[in-house]
């Protein structure tokens, strides 16, 4: 699904989070949103989930714009935080099952997809149990069974490798994020973890309060940079030297 | 109690000041951020003029019904609504405060901790303590005190003051499950209705009151410490001893109480026994059942998830046809969307009909005991019912405008939104299946209003047709007033970070005019003679409420506000 952002600008009081944004996002690749701390990655994906209402400026999904009335369209959108919601005392496929039936994706097949993922992500040993007695990592890994068994067509993630899980986990979802992209999903989730970045992105979008500093492919990246092999390294200097 | 050190602080502070001194991008950020600071002085600039309308307030009711005891009767209520207030605050700042999770993390005990956010109540119930001063204050005045009375009035204010912190405790230790937000808003809510329709209903007010003051001081326990300063200060001294006993009680439960919250104070995470596995068809008490005698929880094995998962019995939809008539009926009522949301909303089941039951319990007991008091005082039976009615009413709204998990706040990215935000699920399908939830209990609620308004006229010596006139006009504000608070229960995680804009003001008008557009109509409805023209009132509230929920919803429907607030510091 196409995403495009046209002009966006969200302030919080005084401080201005998105500078007139825009961005315009291919359906199947991966986007790292990267950038300093309170730069507005997290509110690109607020705004994006509909979370937080644009001060001006408009999202468009396939031409259509994005508000809050538009189900259809907001069904094809899943946000994951970096602390996922749960019904804590609820099993974690009981949890699963709810993601399912409300995104509208229970369909028949969907059982053999949260059984691979299950097996995928170690939890089918603590399907049944409550996600409150998981830890931090194997929580986030049920939430994030639930976002690729329901995929939809534009997956948000806030910093989904500081969330806990373990590296078979973090191996896990890149492999099926990259399956999912091949079938035309678009894949956002914003990071400080540049290495990750560089090697699991098609593209990187680079924000420095709140505007668009860099959005391209890793490879034009690279072609620009001095340093070839820790381009976005080299990126994060020159901003810091700007301030 | 400080739990920080001052020496540390302040030199951090110099260095703080001194960096910023010296960079311009900080000195733009720290303006920024003083800006929020001077908000905050506004709101306590503003709340001393509550303390002042209360004293004008008594000073008003004195001046109309000549009774002091009616002045002192004003004090009582305002406590009692600070007894309701105080609880919730108590109740959030023991188990809801934000610095909680940091103490969570940090190697403080948790009886340190309880003493903190004790600390913290108590400070923030200074307020009330201006109100009670303000109030004593009037009356000195008016009375034209010596200066031994004046010196009367601080130690009777604190006495006052103290005595409905500990009925607050007193609530909290022995029912937290009472809905206390509901209560004191409801409260709240009538003192402003009262303020702004004082010209129509206060002289009726100021009449109720004048004609119970003396009963109302002693049947509420926020009325001893009244009397007690009432007898001292214009009366009986020696009588008005009397009353030191059962203030004196209330004030030393609160030792009590505080400790009986402190033994259960628990914030951390709390290492509970391993929970057995919750499979799906399965009640936790048959699995609990099949594991009796092994100290190992009840678990499944690998094949046997892999088959739940397999045979789609995981993602079979709940059939909540039971437990009463009540839930069945809604759930036959709700279409295959709206049992997905109701799955989302109240993931552990629809069980409404054991609530209802415990409602009616009381309010027969209500019933019982006003008729049987009747018997000896007319006057306090009317206030025994009426205190009774409240109690009973706070629990009926709490059923029928419940919301479940649908409006709960949950952590997102370093802000809070509510649970349903986050997830694709819309204004009008959440807010429709709620109002369903509410009109499906319309049966209870009916008998329930008829039954109490049968009764409350009796007492007050009112036809009794006309009581059951007001029975079903009462069923209906309560059912429809759902489009109301819906829209607020949508607003209360909703916030403008942006700079104030007239949209937001405009929303804010428009909530305070269809708010109050409610209430008079609504009041008309049971207030007017003319049934015909009653009705037509009642069905005017019914379209206002409906309006406000839609005009909400074209706000909301149009991204102009954001559905997060932040957290609370």
């Not at chain 1, 986007?31 to 999202?59: H, M, Y």
């Not at chain 2, 200074?126 to 009670?132: E, G, S």
Request: positive net charge.
């Amino acid at each position: 699904m196409k995403i495009e952002l046209r002009a966006l600008t969200k302030s919080y009081r005084s401080i201005r989070a998105l500078d007139h944004v825009s961005l315009q996002i291919e359906p199947g690749q991966i986007v790292s949103l990267l950038g300093p701390n309170g730069a507005g990655k997290t509110t690109l994906l607020r705004c994006l989930a509909g979370i937080a209402a644009p001060d001006s400026g408009s999202i468009y999904l396939e031409e259509r714009e994005l508000k809050r009335d538009e189900l259809e369209l907001r069904r094809q959108i899943h946000l994951l935080p970096d602390f996922p919601f749960h019904f804590w005392d609820q099993s974690v496929l009981r949890n699963i099952a709810i993601v399912l039936r409300i995104f509208e994706a229970d369909r028949d097949g969907a059982e053999d997809r949260v059984l691979e993922l299950l097996r995928d992500f170690d939890l089918l040993p603590v399907a049944l149990r409550p996600v409150s007695s998981l830890s931090r990592g194997q929580a986030y890994k049920a939430a994030l069974v639930a976002m690729i068994a329901a995929d939809r067509e534009v997956w948000l993630l806030d910093e989904p490798f500081a969330s806990g899980m373990d590296p078979n986990g973090i191996d896990a979802f890149k492999r099926h994020a990259r399956v999912a992209a091949v079938r035309g999903r678009t894949i956002l989730y914003s990071t400080q973890i540049l290495d990750v970045a560089e090697r699991f992105s098609d593209r990187a979008c680079v924000i420095h309060k709140g505007a668009i500093h860099a959005f391209d492919t890793l490879e034009s990246l690279r072609e620009r940079a001095s340093d070839k092999g820790n381009v976005l390294s080299e990126m994060f200097r020159q901003l810091r030297e700007t301030v | 109690m400080k739990l920080h050190s001052p020496g540390f602080e302040k030199g951090l502070r110099r260095k703080v000041r001194r960096a910023i001194k010296g960079s311009p991008e900080l000195k733009r950020e720290f303006r920024a951020a003083r800006k929020f600071r001077k908000q905050y002085h506004i709101t306590i600039l503003a709340r001393p003029l509550v303390s002042l309308g209360l004293a004008l307030g008594i000073l008003q009711i004195w001046e109309k019904t000549n009774h002091v005891a009616s002045a002192f009767a004003v004090i009582s209520l305002w406590c009692l609504v600070f007894v309701f207030l105080h609880a919730q605050r108590l109740i959030t700042s023991l188990y809801g405060a934000a610095d909680l999770q940091v103490f969570g993390v940090l190697p403080i005990p948790e009886s340190t901790v309880f003493k903190w956010e004790l600390q913290r109540f108590f400070v923030g119930t200074i307020w009330a303590f201006a109100d009670i001063c303000a109030a004593y204050a009037a009356i000195a005045l008016r009375g034209e005190f010596s200066l031994t009375k004046w010196c009367a009035v601080v130690p009777l204010s604190i006495a006052t003051w103290i005595e409905a912190i500990a009925l607050a405790a007193l609530c909290v230790a022995h029912f937290p499950r009472f809905p206390y937000q509901l209560a004191s808003s409801l409260l709240i809510l009538s003192i402003f209705v009262l303020a702004i329709a004082r010209d129509f209903v206060g002289l009726v007010v100021v009449r109720l009151i004048d004609a119970c003051a003396t009963n109302l001081n002693l049947v509420l326990p926020t009325g001893w410490p009244v009397s007690l300063s009432q007898g001292l200060l214009f009366g009986d001294a020696w009588a008005a001893l009397g009353f030191l006993v059962p203030t004196g009680v209330v004030i030393w439960s609160l030792k009590d109480s505080l400790s009986r919250l402190a033994s259960d104070y628990l914030f951390k995470e709390k290492l509970l026994p391993e929970a057995p596995d919750l499979v799906p068809g399965i009640s936790d008490s048959d699995l609990d059942g099949s594991s009796s005698g092994s100290e190992r929880p009840a678990r499944l094995g690998q094949t046997a998830i892999e088959e739940i998962v397999q045979t789609r019995k995981f993602l079979a939809p709940p059939d909540w046809g039971g437990p009463g008539w009540l839930e069945a009926t809604f759930w036959r009522w709700c279409s295959k969307r709206e049992r997905v949301l109701a799955e989302f909303v109240f993931p552990n089941g629809l069980a409404f009909s054991k609530g209802w039951r415990s409602i009616f319990r009381n309010l027969v007991i209500t019933c019982v005991a006003a008729l049987a008091c009747g018997l000896v005082s007319p006057a306090a039976e009317m206030w025994l019912f009426g205190v009774g009615l409240f109690i009973a009413v706070c629990q009926v709204l709490a059923h029928v405008l419940a919301t479940g998990r649908a409006f709960q706040l949950v952590p997102c990215s370093g802000v809070n939104i509510h649970l349903y935000a986050s997830y694709p699920i819309g204004f009008c399908e959440l807010g429709v299946f709620l109002f369903k939830y509410s009109l499906s209990q319309a049966p209870v609620v009916l008998l329930f209003s008829l039954t109490s308004s049968i009764v409350l006229f009796h007492i007050c010596g009112l036809s009794l047709v006309l009581g059951a006139w007001a029975g079903l006009k009462v069923t209906g504000l309560l059912v429809v007033s759902r489009f109301l608070f819906l829209a607020f229960g949508f607003s209360s995680g909703t916030n403008d970070t942006s700079r104030i804009r007239v949209r937001s003001m405009l929303l804010i008008l428009l909530a305070i005019a269809f708010g109050v557009g409610f209430a008079a109509l609504g009041g008309a409805s049971l207030l007017l003679p003319n049934q015909i023209a009653a009705w037509l009132c009642l069905g005017a509230a019914a379209l206002d409420a409906y309006v406000f929920f839609r005009l909400y919803g074209w706000f909301y429907n149009r991204n102009m506000f954001d559905l997060m607030s932040l957290p609370r510091h």
